[in-house]
């Protein structure tokens, strides 16, 4: 069964502070793996995308990690602003008319 | 570049009404999806259009959700009756092909059924 797994749930951080968030897969055929960023009241917008080949990428303060052999990815924010509060949600492509598969999210609160 | 519309942008009905949704995504986008996201979830697939057909519906509550995309633009999802369980932000989303492509989200409806 086709699934993503994403931790912690939530997590409070103080500004200025680093933070990883965790996601595991069970995805097959793999194609993709995006990170998306949803503010509250809106719908998600994608930060990175990274394909088997990539190990990393980086969006700003964003950098994104992919282990296809273990089929874990993790998305480091470095240097956390008021406005990273948001819930960071990791998407698999399981290749073929783009079928995503959702994580339920990691709901993230910058605390000044 | 507008991004994907939705309206109405919140909803409360009563159990057993019924309610549409409707979405204008992105010009040329020919793939088109509804996701239904319950808090503290994340979205799940309705439906998926391409063009004006549909690709994938498995996972849509046939005996009270339906939805269309007659010229393959726009597009209405509805629910006639709702329960309860329904409440939740229905999200419509698009891309410009069927594959990996981005998918760009409107903004959502969220739905209260009381």
């Known amino acids: 069964k086709n699934q993503v797994e994403q931790s912690p749930q939530s997590l409070i951080i103080l500004e200025g502070k680093n933070c990883t968030l965790q996601c595991n897969y069970t995805v097959s055929p793999f194609s993709n793996l995006r990170w998306y960023k949803q503010d509250t009241g809106r719908g998600p917008v994608s930060l990175t995308i990274m394909t088997f080949s990539e190990n990393t990428k980086s969006n700003g303060r964003y950098t994104a990690t992919l282990d296809a052999d273990t089929k874990q990815s993790s998305l480091h924010i470095t240097a956390s602003q008021l406005s990273d509060s948001a819930s960071y949600i990791c998407?698999?492509?399981?290749?073929?008319?783009?079928?995503?598969?959702f994580g339920a999210g990691t709901r993230l609160a910058v605390h000044p | 570049e507008a991004g994907v519309a939705q309206s109405p942008r919140y909803k409360i009905i009563e159990k057993r009404q019924s309610v549409a949704f409707w979405c204008n995504p992105i010009s040329g986008h020919a793939t088109l999806y509804w996701y239904q996201q319950i808090l503290g979830q994340g979205p799940k697939l309705l439906i998926q259009f391409q063009n004006n057909g549909v690709v994938d519906d498995s996972q849509l509550p046939k005996d009270r959700f339906s939805a269309e995309r007659l010229k393959g633009v726009d597009s209405t999802l509805k629910i006639q009756p709702a329960k309860l369980e329904d409440s939740a932000v229905y999200l419509c989303?698009?891309?410009?092909?069927?594959?990996?492509?981005?998918?760009?989200f409107g903004p959502g409806t969220r739905l209260t059924v009381l």
């Open positions: 998407v698999v492509s399981a290749g073929g008319y783009n079928k995503l598969i």
């Open positions: 989303a698009s891309s410009s092909l069927a594959g990996e492509n981005e998918q760009f």
